[in-house]
């Protein structure tokens, strides 16, 4: 069974800056083709996209975070991170990984594999 195990989480302060992370228990070779998705989820709102990158490292984006969130990924060590650079307030949400990401230019499909989330909270 594939875990997904995400890590990062926390409390920080508009402008500022957070990491997450998110390990993947399969091989390194079934992760290189993995694409891997980061989602939120707000109180009272509908899960959806923050960022996607595929295994060739092509990513997509919400609107709402363009130029302020980068998705990434280290192949050797199965994870993928959300660097999070002047986060706001609207920006507090459980956030969840997923993998089995399907990526293309013209859709993002959700995978199979998702993480128990971890909580961000952008308030000062």
């Known amino acids: 069974q594939v875990q997904v195990v995400e890590s990062g989480g926390g409390l920080v302060q508009p402008g500022g800056s957070l990491r997450l992370s998110c390990t993947v228990s399969?091989?390194?070779?079934?992760?290189?083709?993995?694409?891997m998705g980061w989602y939120r989820q707000a109180p009272g709102k509908q899960r959806e996209l923050v960022a996607a990158?595929?295994?060739?490292?092509?990513?997509r984006y919400a609107d709402s975070v363009k130029g302020r969130f980068t998705i990434s990924r280290d192949n050797a060590k199965k994870t993928v991170y959300l660097q999070m650079d002047s986060p706001m307030p609207g920006d507090t949400a459980v956030y969840y990984c997923?993998?089995?990401?399907?990526?293309?230019?013209?859709?993002?499909?959700?995978?199979?594999?998702w993480g128990q989330g971890t909580q961000v909270t952008v308030s000062s």
């Open positions: 399969v091989s390194t070779s079934i992760f290189n083709y993995y694409g």
């Open positions: 990158i595929t295994g060739g490292n092509y990513t």
């Open positions: 997923n993998a089995g990401v399907i990526v293309t230019s013209h859709l993002v499909r959700e995978g199979d594999h």
